[in-house]
């Protein structure tokens, strides 16, 4: 659950393919028997489970040709998958959203070294970051980690057969362990958190600074249901709590009813979109799920453009990467997603100090869609 599948399909320019199949996620008549109902929140589930074979293979593509340094993502490729090169844009979005959200969690990591932390990665899918952290601590002040994922038991079986079979993995989780950072693979339907009982989640410790990740994944899930996730965790964990996400935004533009459209043509339907499709919404979000410290919000076009997030110089070595003649057409993707972040407690404060996230003019356009 860890992307938008195959963010190609949201091209509407000439060399984009287009997509097949029907037309999923169709309405379940009232008088439908159960069984019926569970087989087709079965196989929405299924189709959100397999999103996470596309994050993996942008990230590849990204890595191959140089965007991103991450030695780990291969050993989560499927088994025999050859590298898809992905379009520039799509290898640029995925390089910022990766970068970005690393910066939040180093920052955290990075402020009061000789506090034990932890993170919670929600619909990690197979994600490497706990790996490429761990290889990152060497060198850096970062504290000892728990470091928990939570995903569906499908992802989690193939996740865990992956790295039990790579001796590489296994080598560094072990490296990893002996340095005060355990690695926490959960098979949990997130949905089971907003239960009147919901299921303990095993060495989750409440008492932590704790990080929570969701990179689309909250977003399949109905906006109540999203936000009562959020809430079990502002609830059960007492210390300082921070959150980082990114979602899509701006459904109502063109570009953004094109994006809703072809995701629907495969039965990916983004629930939180209406809801919180603006930078604004985002932040309200956060603020009333619990993370009333701070919040702040960017889409990936104001990232790539600020210094904050991607240096010139970093900026430069990227685009002699490749050439990317479609530039209004990444600056119309990267403005449909989105990085927030929100906090409560004074320590993530700190660490995020001088990320600027409030309300910009340039948000007036989103007011009108709203």
Not at 4 to 28: D, E, V, Y
Not at 152 to 170: D, G, H, M, P, Y
Not at 199 to 207: A, G, T, V
Not at 355 to 364: C, F, I, K, V, Y
């Amino acid at each position: 659950m860890a992307s938008i599948p195959n963010l190609n399909s949201l091209r509407t320019g000439r060399r984009g393919p287009r997509l097949r199949g029907g037309r999923g996620g169709r309405a379940i008549p009232e008088n439908d028997d159960s069984s019926h109902v569970e087989a087709a929140e079965a196989g929405r589930d299924k189709v959100i489970q397999q999103t996470d074979n596309d994050a993996s293979s942008s990230r590849l593509s990204a890595v191959a040709l140089g965007y991103l340094d991450d030695p780990y993502a291969p050993v989560f490729a499927a088994q025999g998958e050859q590298v898809v090169r992905r379009y520039p844009i799509i290898n640029r979005g995925t390089y910022v959203r990766t970068t970005a959200i690393d910066n939040l969690v180093k920052r955290f990591l990075q402020h009061d070294p000789n506090q034990r932390k932890q993170i919670v990665s929600l619909g990690a899918g197979s994600d490497t970051r706990f790996w490429r952290l761990w290889t990152d601590a060497a060198s850096a002040s970062f504290a000892e980690v728990e470091y928990h994922e939570l995903d569906f038991e499908a992802n989690v079986n193939q996740k865990r057969a992956s790295t039990r079979q790579s001796l590489f993995i296994s080598d560094m989780t072990q490296k990893a362990e002996k340095g005060g950072w355990r690695y926490h693979l959960h098979a949990l339907d997130l949905r089971n958190l907003t239960n009147k009982s919901p299921p303990p989640i095993p060495n989750l410790d409440p008492e932590l600074p704790t990080l929570i990740l969701s990179e689309c994944c909250l977003c399949y899930l109905p906006p109540d249901t999203a936000t009562s996730v959020l809430q079990y965790f502002t609830m059960n964990l007492k210390g300082l709590l921070g959150l980082a996400l990114y979602e899509p935004i701006r459904p109502l533009d063109a570009f953004g009813k094109t994006m809703v459209s072809n995701l629907a043509s495969r039965g990916i339907h983004l629930q939180t979109l209406q809801r919180y499709g603006t930078l604004e919404a985002q932040r309200q979000r956060l603020r009333l799920a619990g993370f009333n410290d701070g919040q702040g919000v960017r889409d990936v076009s104001q990232m790539y453009a600020s210094e904050t997030w991607v240096s010139r110089a970093e900026r430069v070595r990227v685009e002699r990467l490749e050439w990317l003649d479609e530039v209004e057409e990444w600056q119309l993707l990267a403005s449909h997603y989105c990085v927030a972040w929100g906090w409560r407690g004074q320590g993530f404060g700190e660490a995020w100090q001088g990320l600027e996230g409030s309300r910009t003019s340039s948000e007036d356009r989103d007011d009108g869609l709203g």
